[in-house]
């Protein structure tokens, strides 16, 4: 097992090396240094959920690390989860941040994710991933949910909502909530990209937000609540 390999310049990481000379992605572990305090975003990019361990140098000033996973120094922020990350684990969570399960270099059979009771904020495509089957809980606690937050390509996706919570225009990514975003990079890509909406269900209480927005943008929706 080897470290993932990361530059850093001026505290900012600006590559994350995470596959090896033949191409083949590294499967290690993600050590962030003291010195290193931020991302570039060419390098956040990159940074995929391979790892089989995250692990923070506890005099870091910006990131922490607990259960496998990368977080805010105050342990309020998901920073990034790797594959043997236990976020229920997870005390004072309140955000799942930007990309946190976004993993560019693997498409999982199946991904099934209870959001922690407490968790409050999910940011910009927190869920974006690749698998063909879905389901995600989300609780009562969930208040605001960032565009492509649910961003999700499967064969079958399933989110259950236990509250209800304020949806930023595009939240699941698909092609008729584009329409009405004005993220550039969301609204002008290839019809090819966009999640399809036909393979979306989600579970709801039918007096909510969530099913309002679900019914003016075409998604399957059940209005009831699931426990």
Same mark, same amino acid.
């Given at each position: 097992?080897?470290?993932?390999?990361?530059?850093?310049?001026?505290?900012?990481?600006?590559? #994350?090396?995470?596959?090896?000379?033949?191409?083949?992605?590294?499967?290690?572990?993600?050590?962030?240094?003291?010195?290193?305090?931020?991302?570039?975003?060419?390098?956040?990019?990159?940074?995929?959920?391979?790892?089989?361990?995250?692990?923070?140098?506890?005099?870091?000033?910006?990131?922490?690390?607990?259960?496998?996973?990368?977080?805010?120094?105050?342990?309020?922020?998901?920073?990034?989860?790797?594959?043997?990350?236990? #976020?229920?684990?997870?005390?004072?969570?309140?955000?799942?941040?930007?990309?946190?399960?976004?993993?560019?270099? +693997?498409?999982?059979?199946?991904?099934?994710?209870?959001?922690?009771?407490?968790?409050?904020?999910?940011?910009?495509?927190?869920?974006?991933?690749?698998?063909?089957?879905?389901?995600?809980?989300?609780?009562?606690?969930?208040?605001?949910?960032?565009?492509?937050?649910?961003?999700?390509?499967?064969?079958?996706?399933?989110?259950?909502?236990?509250?209800?919570?304020?949806? +930023?225009?595009?939240?699941?990514?698909? +092609?008729?909530?584009?329409?009405?975003?004005?993220?550039?990079?969301?609204?002008?890509?290839?019809?090819?990209?966009?999640?399809?909406?036909?393979?979306?269900?989600?579970?709801?209480?039918?007096?909510?937000? #969530?099913?309002?927005?679900?019914?003016?943008?075409?998604?399957? #929706?059940?209005?009831?609540?699931?426990?």
């Amino acid at each position: 097992m080897e470290n993932y390999k990361l530059t850093i310049e001026d505290g900012v990481i600006t590559w #994350v090396e995470n596959a090896d000379e033949n191409g083949n992605p590294i499967e290690g572990i993600l050590y962030i240094p003291k010195e290193a305090v931020a991302f570039h975003p060419d390098a956040w990019i990159f940074l995929d959920t391979n790892a089989d361990r995250i692990v923070v140098d506890e005099e870091n000033p910006a990131f922490s690390s607990a259960h496998n996973c990368l977080l805010s120094k105050d342990g309020k922020t998901l920073i990034k989860a790797c594959k043997n990350s236990d #976020v229920s684990k997870l005390t004072f969570l309140e955000i799942i941040g930007r990309d946190a399960f976004n993993d560019l270099n +693997e498409e999982r059979e199946e991904f099934i994710f209870h959001i922690p009771g407490g968790v409050k904020i999910l940011d910009y495509r927190a869920f974006a991933i690749n698998a063909r089957n879905v389901k995600i809980v989300v609780p009562s606690s969930v208040r605001a949910i960032g565009a492509l937050a649910f961003m999700i390509h499967s064969d079958s996706t399933h989110i259950i909502f236990e509250g209800d919570a304020e949806l +930023e225009v595009g939240a699941f990514g698909t +092609e008729l909530e584009a329409k009405d975003s004005d993220i550039e990079v969301y609204n002008s890509m290839p019809s090819i990209l966009y999640p399809k909406k036909e393979k979306l269900t989600v579970t709801c209480p039918k007096d909510s937000k #969530v099913y309002r927005y679900c019914k003016k943008y075409g998604i399957n #929706v059940l209005g009831e609540t699931t426990n």
